[in-house]
């Protein structure tokens, strides 16, 4: 991540609203005439880690059984399930 990146992400996010629309604004940047549902997916997306933890809440019928198998029987989740991602890029 360059220092120009990093100081954008550092940089506090001002929401600013209209009669009908709002305007996000981070230090020089900013998108203005947003609806409410495109600023919220802008903050959102501007705050989201690389990998999001949500993610892992997506999953096949048989992933969904394993776990609620395993929550029937108080074993405890795996370890990618409680831990947040970290700056490395490797790749699962």
Wanted: aromatic share 8%; with cysteine; net charge positive.
């Amino acid at each position: 991540m360059s220092n120009q990146e990093n100081d954008v992400q550092r940089t506090p996010v001002e929401i600013f609203k209209q009669k009908k629309t709002f305007t996000v604004r981070q230090g020089q940047r900013y998108s203005d005439r947003l609806y409410w549902e495109e600023m919220i997916g802008l903050v959102a997306a501007m705050t989201i880690p690389e990998r999001p933890l949500c993610m892992q809440w997506l999953k096949t019928q048989q992933q969904h059984d394993r776990r609620k198998s395993r929550l029937k029987t108080g074993e405890t989740p795996l370890k990618h399930h409680t831990t947040f991602p970290t700056e490395s890029k490797s790749q699962d």
